[in-house]
C-alpha cells in the first residue's frame, strides 16, 4: 500500500532525536469503530469489514502526573497488570510535571523511567516531552489520576495495528463530571463536530494510543496545556485519518482536578485555530452567510421603502469581504498541507 508523505514540513525539528524516521500512515476516511467484543455498535461498516492485524508488539506508556503522590504508583502498577500478559515489549515514562508533592519519589519507587520538569509547564509539554524520549512504534498516554482503568489498554493495543489513534471513549461513563462543567463540555464539543464535520465520540480523552508515525508530524502544532488532546482528535480527523473509538469506564479520580473555567475559552480558541489551518472555509462560509443574508434582507426591506440604506450595503459587502478571504485561507492552507 502506498504511504504517504508527512504533511508538514518542518518534521525532522520534532523528531531529530527519534530513533525511527518519521513516515505517515496511509491515509484513510477517519473511521468511528466501536469494537465488537464488548458489545457496541460500529460506526463504520467499511471499517468493520477490514481485516484485524496482528497487535502491535512493542509499546510506550506516558503518565503525565503533577501533584499525584496519592495515585502515580497505583496507575503504574495497573499498567504492569494489563501488559505483563500479553507478552510484549514495552515501557512506562512518567513525567513529573514541577509537582509539589511526593509525585516523583512515588513514581521513581514503581521502577519505571521519570522524566522531571523544573517548574510546572502543561500537560501538553509533559506529553510532548514524554513522546520525544520513547522509543517504541506505539504510544500510549494515560492519566496519573486513577480515572482511566488500564485494563483497556490490550484491547487498544489490537485495534491500533488499523489506526492512526485509538480513543477511550468515556460515553455515558462521563457522569463522573460535575455538573458544572457540562454545559461547557456541551458546547465545546458541538463546536467541534460542527467544524471538523464529523461525529466526535470523545473530544479530550485521556486515554488513547497512537501510531507513532502519525503523532509525530503534528507535534508542533499541539499546545502545553490541557487541549492536547482536543487537539491531536481535531488534527487527525481533519487529515481524513483513521480514528478509532472504544468504549470505556471513567473512575473518580484520585486528588483535584487541574481544569479551570476560563480552560473552556482557550479550548474554543483552539478549535477555531486548527479549523482555520485546516478547513478555513468552515468558519469563513458560514460567517459570510451571516452578514451576506442580514445584509440582503435589510436592502429588500429597504427597496420596499424606497430608501436603500448604509446598512444594507455594508452588510452585503461585508459578507463578500469574508468569503473573499476564506477562499485566499483555503489557498494558503492548501499549499502549507500539501505533500
Known amino acids: 500500500m502506498k504511504r504517504a508523505e508527512p504533511i508538514f514540513g518542518n518534521v525532522e525539528t520534532f523528531a531529530r532525536d527519534l530513533p525511527i524516521t518519521p513516515r505517515d500512515i496511509p491515509v484513510r476516511g477517519a473511521e468511528l469503530l466501536y469494537d465488537a467484543g464488548v458489545g457496541a455498535k460500529s460506526y463504520s461498516h467499511q471499517a468493520a469489514q477490514r481485516p484485524q492485524s496482528e497487535a502491535p508488539r512493542a509499546l510506550s506508556v506516558i503518565i503525565p502526573a503533577y501533584n499525584e503522590e ?5 496507575t503504574v502498577s495497573d499498567v504492569r497488570a494489563a501488559l505483563d500478559p500479553l507478552g510484549i515489549t514495552y515501557e512506562i515514562i512518567v513525567v513529573d510535571d514541577g509537582s509539589e508533592d511526593r509525585t516523583v519519589m512515588e513514581a521513581q519507587a514503581s521502577g519505571v523511567i521519570v522524566l522531571s520538569n523544573v517548574k510546572n509547564t502543561g ?47 468515556r460515553g455515558a461513563s462521563m457522569r463522573n463530571v460535575p455538573w458544572v462543567r457540562r454545559p461547557a463540555k456541551f458546547v465545546l464539543n458541538a463546536l467541534a463536530n460542527f467544524l471538523a464535520e464529523s461525529r466526535i465520540a470523545d473530544l479530550n480523552s485521556g486515554l488513547r494510543i497512537f501510531n507513532r508515525t502519525a503523532l509525530v508530524p503534528f507535534l508542533g502544532l499541539m499546545p502545553s496545556g490541557f487541549s492536547f ?44 485555530r486548527i479549523i482555520m489551518l485546516f478547513n478555513p472555509l468552515r468558519v469563513f462560509l458560514p460567517l459570510g452567510l451571516l452578514f451576506f443574508s ?10 420596499s421603502r424606497f430608501n436603500l440604506s448604509e446598512g444594507a450595503i455594508f452588510g452585503i459587502m461585508a459578507g463578500i469581504m469574508i468569503w473573499s478571504l476564506g477562499l ?11 505533500p
Open 294 to 303: 442580514a445584509g440582503t434582507l435589510k436592502a429588500i426591506y429597504d427597496v
Open 328 to 338: 485566499i485561507a483555503d489557498m494558503m492552507s492548501r499549499l502549507n498541507l500539501r
Open 123 to 169: 500537560y501538553g509539554a509533559s506529553l510532548k516531552r514524554g513522546v520525544l524520549n520513547s522509543s517504541h512504534p506505539y504510544i500510549a498516554i494515560i492519566d496519573a489520576d486513577g480515572t482511566y482503568p488500564a485494563h483497556y489498554l490490550p484491547l487498544m493495543l489490537r485495534l491500533a495495528a488499523g489506526a492512526a489513534m485509538v480513543v477511550g471513549d
Open 229 to 272: 488532546t482536543t487537539t491531536i482528535t481535531m488534527c487527525m480527523l481533519c487529515s481524513d485519518m483513521p480514528v478509532v473509538y472504544t468504549p470505556i469506564e471513567y473512575g473518580k479520580r484520585i486528588g483535584h482536578s487541574k481544569i479551570r473555567a476560563r480552560d473552556f475559552f482557550n479550548f474554543v480558541i483552539l478549535l477555531l
Open 70 to 74: 496519592g495515585a502515580v504508583r497505583r
